[in-house]
């Protein structure tokens, strides 16, 4: 095989992903380790990615010409991409996360691509469709960086802030530009060979898969050098009693009661408060809010405040009240506080959001 700086930096960036892969398995961590677990396969399933580009690449193609279809099956692994960037996402950002059974399901494009290919390379002397099983990987990745982004979304994470990388969540968000990244790759790389048909180019743009699993791999081989703070996942509530079935449903009593009785109309409310009201001990309240919805008390009580404030504005039977008289319906006593907070959780000013609905 031909050696040039393409296939030397796939040949290293593979040995490197294997080599994280096995680091971040047997990783010791405290508590539930099983987000390096699922880290350590999404690393590894890329090392399979990078050699399948080495399979088809310019300079190599021609060797591994007589195993095309092992290296077909091998490229079906793709589909295990999103569902396990999905799980990581969830393991740190939720510290009560455990695999359950039904999540299974998220695997069976996978098993289905992975039998169809397995009948094809059997029933065929040369595999129909091969560009079509590319289309199928980037409709399937774009479909799960649409339900990262939803997730993360409704935990309260804002994709801003990339490259501020200080605490694990950075560090997903880094993650998924990072998969991003490399759906656009795929993209690409599927549009010329499906449209310009001559074989050179065909062969010659699958090597930029290769270059961009480089840079991502030594990015996350520097982070982990320079910020190994990013990769460990303190479980801030390891010794709490309250065992998993106990939190859902204490969290939906939480829920309930906020939203029926609205003790945050209180501009005065505090968690001890709360606490009281519900007859639930402070600490699994803030345990409650930190874990479910990835929030202090403060931003979970004024993230019900800005709701209460958006229906007073959405509401034209109400178009009379002052921005002023809204603020301090819906339970806040400082005019800065609820234009900063207002401004962050909806992208918009008071007056920008209500003259939406106001009558012409």
């Given at each position: 095989?031909?050696?040039?700086?393409?296939?030397?930096?796939?040949?290293?960036?593979?040995?490197?992903?294997?080599?994280?892969?096995?680091?971040?398995?047997?990783?010791?961590?405290?508590?539930?380790?099983?987000?390096?677990?699922?880290?350590?396969?999404?690393?590894?399933?890329?090392?399979?990615?990078?050699?399948v580009?080495?399979?088809?690449?310019?300079w190599?193609?021609?060797?591994?010409?007589?195993?095309?279809?092992?290296?077909?099956?091998?490229?079906?692994?793709?589909?295990?991409?999103?569902?396990?960037?999905?799980?990581?996402?969830?393991?740190?950002?939720?510290?009560?996360?455990?695999?359950?059974?039904?999540?299974?399901?998220?695997?069976?494009?996978?098993?289905?691509?992975?039998?169809?290919?397995l009948?094809?390379?059997?029933?065929?002397?040369?595999?129909?469709?091969?560009?079509?099983?590319?289309?199928?990987?980037?409709?399937?990745?774009?479909?799960?960086?649409?339900?990262?982004?939803?997730?993360l979304?409704?935990?309260?994470?804002?994709?801003?802030?990339?490259?501020?990388?200080?605490?694990?969540?950075?560090?997903?968000?880094?993650?998924?530009?990072?998969?991003?990244?490399?759906?656009l790759?795929?993209?690409?790389?599927?549009?010329?060979?499906?449209?310009?048909?001559?074989?050179?180019?065909?062969?010659?743009?699958?090597?930029?898969?290769?270059?961009?699993?480089?840079?991502?791999?030594?990015?996350?081989?520097?982070?982990?050098?320079?910020?190994?703070?990013?990769?460990?996942h303190k479980?801030?509530?390891?010794?709490?009693?309250?065992?998993?079935?106990?939190?859902?449903?204490?969290f939906?009593?939480?829920?309930?009661?906020?939203?029926?009785?609205?003790p945050?109309?209180?501009?005065?409310?505090?968690?001890?408060?709360?606490?009281?009201?519900?007859?639930?001990?402070?600490?699994?309240?803030?345990?409650?809010?930190?874990?479910?919805?990835?929030?202090?008390?403060?931003?979970?009580?004024?993230?019900?405040?800005?709701?209460?404030?958006?229906?007073?504005?959405?509401?034209?039977?109400?178009?009379?009240?002052?921005?002023?008289?809204?603020?301090?319906?819906?339970?806040?006593?400082?005019?800065?506080?609820?234009?900063?907070?207002?401004?962050?959780?909806?992208?918009?000013?008071?007056?920008?959001?209500?003259?939406?609905?106001?009558?012409?």
């Amino acid at each position: 095989m031909q050696l040039n700086f393409i296939n030397g930096i796939t040949i290293i960036s593979i040995f490197q992903a294997i080599f994280l892969a096995m680091v971040f398995f047997f990783k010791k961590a405290e508590g539930n380790r099983i987000y390096n677990k699922i880290f350590a396969a999404i690393i590894f399933i890329f090392s399979i990615q990078i050699m399948v580009s080495l399979s088809v690449n310019y300079w190599s193609y021609v060797y591994f010409k007589g195993y095309y279809k092992f290296f077909f099956v091998l490229y079906q692994t793709a589909y295990l991409f999103g569902p396990l960037l999905y799980f990581y996402i969830q393991s740190i950002t939720n510290q009560s996360y455990s695999f359950r059974v039904g999540e299974l399901i998220h695997f069976l494009p996978f098993a289905i691509a992975i039998t169809l290919m397995l009948v094809l390379i059997y029933g065929f002397e040369i595999v129909p469709g091969g560009n079509y099983t590319r289309l199928g990987v980037i409709i399937h990745s774009m479909i799960y960086i649409f339900i990262s982004i939803h997730y993360l979304k409704n935990r309260g994470i804002s994709l801003k802030s990339l490259f501020d990388l200080k605490n694990p969540h950075d560090f997903i968000k880094f993650l998924l530009v990072c998969y991003i990244m490399l759906w656009l790759v795929n993209v690409q790389i599927f549009a010329i060979i499906k449209f310009i048909t001559f074989a050179k180019w065909c062969a010659y743009v699958s090597s930029l898969y290769s270059l961009t699993a480089f840079v991502f791999i030594n990015s996350i081989a520097f982070l982990a050098l320079i910020k190994p703070d990013l990769f460990i996942h303190k479980q801030k509530y390891a010794n709490s009693s309250l065992a998993v079935n106990e939190k859902d449903i204490l969290f939906n009593k939480l829920i309930e009661f906020v939203t029926t009785s609205k003790p945050y109309l209180e501009p005065s409310l505090t968690l001890k408060k709360l606490s009281d009201d519900l007859d639930m001990p402070l600490k699994s309240i803030s345990q409650l809010i930190n874990e479910k919805q990835n929030q202090n008390f403060n931003d979970f009580i004024n993230t019900f405040r800005i709701e209460e404030s958006k229906r007073y504005m959405q509401d034209i039977s109400c178009a009379n009240l002052t921005i002023q008289e809204i603020f301090y319906k819906s339970g806040f006593n400082s005019k800065s506080t609820f234009n900063l907070i207002f401004k962050k959780q909806t992208g918009y000013t008071p007056l920008e959001y209500r003259r939406q609905f106001l009558p012409e």
